[in-house]
């Protein structure tokens, strides 16, 4: 049956046909797929339900709806209609947070545009002396969130902070402004003018995929204000669409209050995050002062 299911998804279209059809039936199962050759077979109501996500999946509604998980980094996240389901690349932003959190004993992290909380909940889990404060503005995007943060706090990781707000707003989190150490995001940087693939034009929201025109509505603002928020020294990491390898380093560079920018690839070598550090003195650079960015 997970042969032939797998057959099915690929004629479908499926980049990893074996592989969904495995999870789908170890989900039916309710077994590890690392275990399904000693599950026992299907029932015929399992087989019934086994067909039905498959029809649902070859019709490219979302795997990770059908199960309602999620995996990230070492985290399994609650997600479904109304949220962003985090993606493999997005790991490398948060290991990098995570990395940068290390350096100090008690970090403030930040992480903006939320949605299912797969970053702020990874720095938790492997930063437990961080304090850790996730913002997102949509309400069915909120509700995943709260719930995957009660269950982390539940499963005794550190308990983040949830904050309802527009990540555009130049007034956010005014009362952390100078004080942050690690402020991270991976907001919507889809060119408006791209055609994205069924699973996530049907599915995934609209406001959590596209950033306008030009893919960088909120990328800007976001830069901006993370300039005020963070300490000086402190550090930024940002996600963007893999054409943007230059234009977000530049806009880093241009407002005067990094340093040290840099863009890093995903694993198939496409841009996809930039990093900055926020200027030790806090200030922008005089008048002609040339900025340079680098790539990792």
């Given at each position: ?114 949605g299912s909380g797969a970053i702020a ?64 995001c991976n907001p919507p940087y889809v ?106």
């Amino acid at each position: 049956m997970v042969a032939r299911a797998a057959w099915a998804l690929a004629e479908a279209g499926i980049e990893a046909p074996r592989a969904e059809a495995e999870l789908l039936a170890a989900y039916v199962l309710d077994v590890p797929r690392g275990r399904l050759a000693l599950a026992d077979g299907f029932t015929a109501a399992q087989l019934d339900r086994f067909h039905t996500l498959l029809d649902r999946r070859i019709a490219r509604e979302p795997l990770q709806h059908l199960t309602g998980t999620a995996g990230f980094r070492r985290l399994e996240l609650s997600v479904g209609p109304g949220v962003f389901v985090p993606r493999p690349e997005t790991e490398l932003l948060a290991g990098w947070g995570v990395e940068q959190g290390r350096r100090r004993s008690h970090p403030l992290v930040v992480d903006l545009c939320s949605g299912s909380g797969a970053i702020a909940l990874s720095v938790a889990q492997e930063l437990p002396g961080a304090r850790v404060v996730a913002v997102e503005r949509s309400p069915a995007a909120l509700d995943w969130l709260r719930r995957n943060a009660a269950d982390r706090a539940a499963a005794g990781d550190t308990p983040i902070e949830v904050v309802a707000a527009d990540v555009t707003d130049p007034e956010l989190l005014a009362e952390l402004v100078g004080r942050v150490d690690v402020l991270l995001c991976n907001p919507p940087y889809v060119p408006r003018s791209v055609v994205v693939s069924p699973d996530v034009a049907g599915h995934d929201p609209d406001e959590a995929v596209f950033g306008g025109v030009d893919g960088l509505a909120v990328i800007r603002p976001v830069i901006a204000r993370a300039a005020e928020l963070l300490r000086p020294g402190g550090l930024l990491g940002i996600e963007h669409d893999d054409t943007h390898g230059t234009a977000v380093p530049g806009l880093l560079s241009a407002d005067g209050r990094f340093e040290a920018v840099e863009d890093h690839p995903d694993l198939t070598d496409r841009p996809r995050f930039a990093t900055a550090s926020h200027r030790a003195d806090g200030q922008r650079p005089a008048a002609g002062t040339a900025w340079q960015t680098g790539s990792s």
